[in-house]
């Protein structure tokens, strides 16, 4: 299972919306082994510069993907949350326990497609699941983009990265 918000202008939305709601799109692979899963993806919320999908993947058995890898190594109950930002993409696991986290951190990185790295940056309890404390705020795209960077650099952090 994977939830993600995306923010951009309306029209790369829409683009985004018609392609995951499209079962016949094709969906990029990390791994160099073809996965096959069945996604089905349903719009949470959708506003002119947001759009919020749930997905909900399946059949999982031949696939070495990170969701894949996660479904097997990690325990029951896991909560993926999914970011895309240019050519990162960024997994949030919410975990009950830090049981296997090794395994599936070495399984995962090991199935990875070349030139494509895994980082687990840190371990420890949940703070900010939603983190999008800029939802409501309305701003010009450029200064939105101006100030997701400087969040996702660290900027705010305490102490700052």
């Given at each position: ?41 349903e ?40 970011r895309?930002?240019?050519?990162r ?16 951190r ?9 030139g ?32 997701l ?13």
């Open positions: 299972m994977a939830r993600g918000a995306v923010r951009g202008a309306g029209e790369a939305l829409d683009r985004i919306e018609r392609h995951r709601l499209d079962p016949d799109a094709p969906h990029e692979e990390m791994t160099d082994t073809e996965c096959r899963a069945v996604r089905e993806h719009v949470l919320e959708r506003t002119p510069s947001t759009l919020v999908l749930y997905t909900f993947v399946t059949r999982l058995h031949r696939c070495d993907s990170v969701l894949a890898q996660a479904a097997r190594r990690l325990d029951l109950g896991f909560v993926l949350r999914s895309r930002r240019e050519h993409h960024q997994w949030r696991v919410l975990l009950r326990s830090a049981t296997n986290v090794g395994v599936f070495r399984e995962a990185a090991a199935h990875l497609g070349e494509i790295r895994l980082e687990i940056g840190r371990l420890g309890p949940v703070d900010r699941w939603n983190d999008d404390s800029l939802a409501t705020v309305s701003l010009p795209p450029e200064q939105r983009e101006t100030l960077a400087a969040v996702e650099r660290g900027y705010y952090e305490t102490p700052a990265r």
